[in-house]
């Protein structure tokens, strides 16, 4: 195998696959490699380590044919470090050679044959719109579980609704729910579960206006957006039952601007340390924000808001606060309460679209 390319575009394609590349070794050592596939100028690179695997394809100066397996993090730092202009990459008797400017490099390879053979994108793509998808998944995503042992937890659920298509994500402390209208990817009820951390690679793939394909199939997904494809494994199970959670009535309402609140959040939090809660107490006289760590200090703040139902005092945990009001749309959003002890509901007036729940946390 023999080609060159343009050190940035090349970088570009090592780094986007490498993303997919096993990090934790185990039985297959051959997955710490990036795959590279060469036809005429076609080249393709493939990172995997067996749940999730990325593809990326390039044109490129192409003179030999070939596939090769080379240490992924090893190419990726050699072709990043040289100067920048034509690349020239060459494998042959086992070893790769890469040469650019005065710098020549030689790396060994690991056995292609021994790279697991990986599915390819099976059934009728579907488009999604990028732009509406990338905002959801952002606003979904931070609410999944990244504890392996509770596996539903860490997916996202998709689920088709008649609106349009429902994404909803939890890890049990806080709920995160965002509908895209007139998106029709699924069948009449059925929903899939795909791994959140599949998801999170896929919003820094998209592009503003990108489109993206999505492919079903019966163990997997595959989403492909521009020369690159990304392909997941589906978790499989049954998600909980989220709509259980979320309140029938709230009869407390604040109404608070959206960029206010979040930045107070941020300056009480720093006296919330040690995992204490940042306190919301909620009046018709506005809101007050205090945070308080024994032996550490007190922070308090006030922040105009329209309050509507009974002075109320509840805590939240700072983080998944803060990463509600982030990722809410808006100018202005709504906490509805209950009580101190059931879960809270953020909102967006101008976009109903969107929910955010929060279980409070208990305080003496």
Known sequence: MKFRCEREVLVDALNTAGRAVSSRGGSLPVLAGLRLELNGDQLVITGSDLDL???????????????????AKLLSDVVRAVEPGAVQLEVDAGDAQISAGRSQFSLRTIPADEYPQLSDVVGEGVSIDGTALVTALRQVVPAASSDDSRPILTGVLMAAEQA??????TDSYRLSVRDLPGTTVLEDDKTILVPSRALNELSRLIDDDAEVVL????RDASFVVGEVRLTTRLIEGDFPNYRGLIPDSNPNKLTVDRVALLDAVKRVRLLA??????RLSMSGDGLELVAMTQDVGQAEESVDADYEGTDLTVAFNADYLSVGLDVAPGETVTLETVDAL???LLRSPEFPEFLYLLMPVRVS
Do not use: F, M
């Not at 349009?164 to 994500?169: E, I, N, Q």
């Not at 492919?215 to 019966?218: A, K, R, S, V």
């Open 273 to 278: 340390q040690e995992a204490t809660p940042v």
């Open 215 to 218: 492919h079903l199939g019966e």
């Open 342 to 344: 059931k879960p809270a």
């Open 164 to 169: 349009g298509l429902r994404l909803v994500a």
């Open 53 to 71: 695997t990325v593809t990326v394809s390039l044109e490129v100066a192409g003179t030999t044919d070939g596939v090769s397996v080379v240490p």
